[in-house]
Structures are given as C-alpha cells and as structure tokens.
C-alpha cells in the first residue's frame, strides 16, 4: 500500500477520484440552491393556504408527488431511498408552512412513534402519550393536528383498543402507515448471558416467543406499556434488557446484543392517522367503515353482498363487542376504494337497509411498506 501512496498509478487514481468528487460537489451545490428555491415556493404556498384558512398536511398531495417521482426515476438511484428522502424534504416544507403536531402512543422511541417519524418526517413535533385514548383526545381537543395509532400487526392480529375508540369518536382516517417491525434485543450489557430479567410489551414479548424460549431458557420476562418503557427500564436495570427498536437502543444509549429477534421474518405493523380531515381521493385508497346489523338470520350476508354485486375487494373485517346491548356486535370492514368512488358509495349507501349503525371512519391512500 504504501509503495502504491507514492507512484505514479496512485496520483492518476487520486486525480480520478478527485475529478468525481468534485462533480458530486457540484451537483451537491446545486441540489442546495434548488432545495432553498423549493422552500420559497413552499412558504409562499403557506401563505395562501393561511389566507384561506385552508389545511396545510395534505396526504394525497403528498402520495401524488412519491408516486410521480418513483415513476419517472431511471435509476440507479432506488426508488425507497428516493421516498424515505422525499418525505424529511417534504416534512420540513411542511414545517416552513406550519409546524405540524402529531400525538403518538409513547413515550418516544416506540413503534408507533417510529412510524410518525416515517410518515410525518423528524420535523414534525411529536406529542408522546401512554394511552390511545390520550392520543385520540390530544386530537380531538386541538392539541395535536394529527394521531398516529397501531390497528393491527400481521402475527398478533387487531389491536382491539383502536377499534374500540372509534365507536365515540368523530376523527377520520386520512392514511395508513405499513411498517415493518424488527425487534432487537437490548441492554447496557454486552454479553446476553449476563442477562437476568427482560422487558418488553406484550405484543413485543408474544412476536419473539419462540426467540426468547430458545436463546433465553429460564430467564423472566416482564410486561411493560410500551417497548420504549421497556428500554428505558433496561437503560436503569444493568443486569436486564429489553426487546425493542433500534431507535430506543439509540434514544436510551443501550447495545444491541440481538437484531432481528422476532419469531417471523415478515412482522407487519399497520398504523392509522386520525384527524378532523377528509382526504380526497388519489386512485389508489381505502375505506374504512364500521357498522352493526339486524340480529336475524342471513343478515351478514345480505350486508357483504352489495360488495360482492359491485366487484369491491374487502381487504379486512373485523367484529367487536359494542359494550352497550348484550351479544351486539360491531363490524369493521376495509375496503379497496374511495367512498367518493361511485361504485364504492353505491355499495356502502345499500348497506343502510340492512344496518342498525353505519358510520364511514375515512378514505385515504393505500400504504406501502417502509
């Protein structure tokens, strides 16, 4: 190498490296200046919005511009580095316009907050609560504009409590966020035998059973509200450790002893945004709805056939108790379109024949997997 530093050969490979990096430095200037004209037009944008008192967080704006993007990109530069970087661009155009409030279920560091982050962007200001009742009422009293919250996870199933809230409440769903999980294994320690009591949420705990039932024989697992208290605990406990996301491990200064711990491969969370909105449809959305039927024979079925007639592909349904008679049940349905859809509006307007209770929670644009 060193004989390599000082010859000839070695100058024509600085020269050429040079020659490169000076272009990505070009190009890297230029990108700056076109970033800071882009926020001039952003702000001014706001400021018409401000005028009209009009709402400034548009997620079907936002998923038209991702989409058009991914579209006319030719590579080699991947299209989800390309979104993950449109969207921090996107959230502090957002922010210049007006500071954006999103309650997540807490404290920071957890799943939930990991997907605000994906979805909103890092300058988003972000209002941690321990509750999911907390997070719809920050919303529904104006202290956020917006909540994220977890539906349901493709091992563990619905997240009952979700459903449950919807019943009272007036907010909408405006988007879905679809993320992959990946449970770590964390501690102040740096070897997993030293390990003598593990925290994690019940969820986490349940998603890494077969795991911690073959790596950690005999050692005890203890509940906590969330996979962020988990760390946190593990962060005062030096002789425990917490499963939990690689942004605790970072927010907590805990080592990874363990990537990946979770029994499945593909462990899909899905989170909900709720707001006062109602976003206008892009093409490609969703619909959610919940209602409840007629206790009679058949009633069901005369309740999913207006979809089968209208070709609606039903992407999810769901009962739950309604807490207020005896054996009533309220149905949750997801539904591939947009209630402004005219197919999906007929389907949904011949349910009310059927139906003791219908309620329409949101349409919004379809999620991908980050």
């Not at 661009?89 to 997907?115: D, Q, R, Y």
């Not at 920050?138 to 563990?156: D, F, L, Q, R």
């Not at 947009?338 to 009310?352: F, G, N, Q, S, Y």
Request: some cysteine; hydrophobic content about 35%.
């Amino acid at each position: 190498m060193r004989a390599f530093s000082g010859s000839e050969e070695y100058k024509k490979y600085m020269e050429e490296l040079r020659k490169f990096r000076n272009n990505i430095d070009k190009i890297d200037d230029e990108m700056l200046t076109l970033l800071n004209k882009r926020a001039a037009y952003v702000i001014e944008v706001g400021r018409i919005k401000r005028a009209r008192k009009s709402t400034f967080y548009k997620p079907d704006r936002e998923r038209q511009i991702l989409e058009r993007l991914a579209k006319y990109n030719r590579g080699p530069f991947p299209n989800d580095a390309l979104k993950a970087i449109y969207r921090e661009i996107l959230a502090a155009s957002l922010a210049l316009e007006e500071p954006l409030k999103v309650s997540c279920l807490g404290p920071l560091g957890t799943f939930t907050h990991l997907a605000a982050l994906r979805h909103f962007g890092s300058s988003a200001s972000f209002v941690p609560e321990d509750s999911i009742k907390k997070v719809f009422e920050n919303v529904e009293t104006n202290k956020a504009e917006y909540g994220v919250v977890p539906i349901e996870n493709s091992n563990e199933g619905v997240v009952s409590h979700t459903l449950d809230m919807f019943m009272d409440s007036d907010l909408q769903v405006v988007a879905e966020i679809i993320l992959e999980v990946s449970h770590n294994l964390l501690s102040r320690q740096s070897r997993r035998s030293k390990i003598k009591k593990i925290y994690s949420h019940p969820q986490g705990l349940a998603q890494c059973r077969g795991w911690l039932e073959s790596n950690m024989p005999g050692v005890p697992v203890a509940e906590s509200t969330s996979t962020a208290k988990a760390a946190e605990l593990a962060a005062k406990d030096p002789n425990s450790a917490a499963i939990a996301s690689e942004i605790a491990a970072r927010m907590y200064d805990l080592n990874i002893l363990e990537r990946n711990i979770q029994d499945s491969r593909r462990n899909i969370t899905r989170f909900l945004v709720i707001s006062k909105e109602f976003p206008h449809r892009t093409g490609n959305d969703k619909t959610s709805i919940m209602f409840s039927i007629k206790h009679k024979p058949g009633s069901l079925y005369e309740v999913l056939l207006p979809f089968k007639r209208a070709k609606i592909n039903l992407t999810k349904i769901e009962s739950r108790p309604s807490k207020r008679k005896a054996w009533e049940y309220i149905f949750f349905v997801d539904m591939e379109g947009h209630i402004e859809d005219k197919r999906v509006k007929k389907a949904v307007d011949a349910l009310t024949e059927n139906c003791l209770y219908l309620k329409i929670l949101g349409s919004y644009p379809q999620g991908n997997i980050q």
